[in-house]
C-alpha cells in the first residue's frame, strides 16, 4: 500500500497521526533533515505504527521533501 507522508523534523516529539480529512500521514522526529537521519527515523516511525518490520517499508518519493510517499508491504 502507498502512503502520503508529511515530515515534520526536528520535533520535540515523535509520533504518526493520520490526517483523514487530507488523506495524509503526519509524521514528527527528532531527527534533523540531514544526512538522511529524518528519513531514517520515519522509516522506524512508521514500522511501529504499523506493526511491520523496517524493511517492508520503502521511501518511493520525496527523498530530500518534506512530502513524502512511502510503500508499505502488509
Do not use: C
Amino acid at each position: 500500500m502507498k502512503i502520503n507522508v508529511k515530515v515534520i523534523p526536528n520535533s520535540s516529539q515523535e509520533k504518526v497521526e493520520f490526517i483523514e480529512t487530507e488523506n495524509i500521514y503526519k509524521v514528527w522526529t527528532h531527527a534533523k533533515a540531514i544526512d538522511n537521519e529524518a528519513n531514517k527515523n520515519v522509516t522506524q516511525l512508521l514500522a511501529k505504527f504499523f506493526n511491520v518490520p523496517k524493511s517492508q517499508i520503502e521511501l518511493i518519493s520525496g527523498q530530500k521533501a518534506r512530502n513524502k510517499i512511502f510503500e508499505i508491504e502488509l
